[in-house]
Every structure is written in structure tokens, then in C-alpha cells.
């Protein structure tokens, strides 16, 4: 039996809500014969329901999900979705990594996951945008991102005549991805 470390940042753990992400989380233990413990932060901010699942099992790999809607238990059942499709894409990797026996094959063979990709699939490209990169310092390529609207902006720097990323943060402030020519 796995155990549960159920933490709320502006919301209050109801009895109910509790024993729906136990019981709704505790599905991805199936595919284990055992797991550390699972700890699940249920977040309320700006009418945003967030749930961060983190589900360690030993060998040292380490299951991560997080989802956010408008409702906590649509939340709930999304990120559970996205734990399996986790262990689905890395089934051979799991399979190898952990000793004989720890990671049930056969439960994946009972519970078939669909749009999952195998290591061995190719990915296809289904659009390719060709654009300019111009040159510019970093506070222009923010201002741009700005005046665009988006969350990041690629730009060529006018020294270095490097191709870099600004991007901005959840925090509000704003990245730069270097590249090393």
C-alpha cells in the first residue's frame, strides 16, 4: 500500500477530496511491486485548480506530473493521465532500469494507452515556418516579444552575431537562452 502526502496551498484538504486522489493517484502503483512516497500538492491560484503529483520509485526514478483547469478533480484525473502515458512511453526503459519483477509489464499489456509513441517511432514533422532571425540587442528582442505578444522571441545577437531565446517567466521576469557559437 503506497502512502499519500497530501499538501494544499489555498484550498482545504477535504476528507472527500483526499481520499479521491488517493484513490484516483494510487492507480499508477499497479505498475509497480513498490513505490516511495507520493506526495500531491493541490494548488488554488487565480481561479486555477493545480495538482502536482511526484510518485518516486525506487532505483531512482522519479514520476512528475502537473495539470491545471478550472475544476480539482478534473485536474486530478488529468494528471493521473499523463503519470501513465509517462510510464507507457518508458515502459522498455523502466523495464530495463529496474530489477526483474519490480516493473509489471503485464499491467501495461491489460491497459492499452492510446497516441503513445514507442522509442523506436519516428516523430513527424506536420508544418515548418521559415523565418528571419535579425539582429538586435537583448532589450530590443524583449520589446519585440512584447509587442508580439508571445512568450519568446529568437533573435540573432548584434555582437556575437549568436542565435539566442528570450522568453518570459511565470514569474513575470524574463529568460535568455544563449547559444554557444
Same mark, same amino acid.
Given at each position: 500500500?503506497?502512502?499519500?502526502?497530501?499538501?494544499?496551498?489555498?484550498?482545504?484538504?477535504?476528507? /472527500?477530496?483526499?481520499? @479521491?486522489?488517493?484513490?484516483?493517484?494510487?492507480?499508477?502503483?499497479? @505498475?509497480?511491486? /513498490?513505490?516511495?512516497?507520493?506526495?500531491?500538492?493541490?494548488?488554488? /491560484?487565480?481561479?486555477? %485548480?493545480?495538482?502536482?503529483?511526484?510518485?518516486?520509485?525506487?532505483?531512482?526514478?522519479?514520476?512528475?506530473?502537473?495539470?491545471?483547469?478550472?475544476?480539482? @478533480?478534473?485536474?486530478?484525473?488529468?494528471?493521473?493521465?499523463?503519470?501513465?502515458?509517462?510510464? %507507457?512511453?518508458?515502459?522498455?526503459?523502466?523495464?530495463?532500469?529496474?530489477?526483474?519483477?519490480?516493473?509489471?509489464?503485464?499491467?501495461?499489456? /491489460?491497459?492499452?494507452?492510446?497516441?503513445? %509513441?514507442?522509442?523506436?517511432?519516428?516523430?513527424?514533422?506536420?508544418?515548418?515556418? %521559415?523565418?528571419?532571425?535579425?539582429?538586435?540587442?537583448?532589450?530590443?528582442?524583449?520589446?519585440?516579444?512584447?509587442?508580439?505578444?508571445?512568450?519568446?522571441?529568437?533573435?540573432?545577437?548584434?555582437?556575437?552575431?549568436?542565435?539566442?531565446?528570450?522568453?518570459?517567466?511565470?514569474?513575470?521576469? @524574463?529568460?535568455?537562452?544563449?547559444?554557444?557559437?
Amino acid at each position: 500500500m503506497a502512502t499519500f502526502t497530501v499538501r494544499g496551498k489555498n484550498i482545504e484538504i477535504t476528507p /472527500s477530496l483526499r481520499e @479521491y486522489v488517493e484513490k484516483r493517484v494510487g492507480k499508477v502503483t499497479k @505498475y509497480f511491486d /513498490s513505490v516511495g512516497d507520493i506526495k500531491v500538492l493541490l494548488t488554488v /491560484s487565480k481561479g486555477r %485548480h493545480i495538482v502536482e503529483v511526484t510518485v518516486p520509485i525506487p532505483g531512482g526514478i522519479l514520476l512528475r506530473g502537473e495539470e491545471s483547469t478550472m475544476d480539482m @478533480y478534473t485536474s486530478i484525473d488529468l494528471v493521473v493521465e499523463k503519470l501513465e502515458r509517462q510510464i %507507457h512511453k518508458q515502459k522498455t526503459k523502466l523495464a530495463r532500469r529496474l530489477r526483474s519483477g519490480q516493473f509489471k509489464t503485464e499491467e501495461l499489456k /491489460s491497459s492499452p494507452m492510446p497516441d503513445v %509513441h514507442d522509442e523506436s517511432d519516428t516523430y513527424k514533422v506536420v508544418k515548418t515556418k %521559415h523565418f528571419i532571425v535579425k539582429p538586435m540587442d537583448v532589450q530590443e528582442a524583449i520589446m519585440e516579444m512584447n509587442l508580439l505578444n508571445h512568450n519568446f522571441f529568437v533573435f540573432r545577437d548584434a555582437e556575437t552575431e549568436a542565435v539566442n531565446v528570450v522568453y518570459r517567466r511565470d514569474d513575470g521576469n @524574463y529568460g535568455l537562452i544563449e547559444s554557444d557559437n
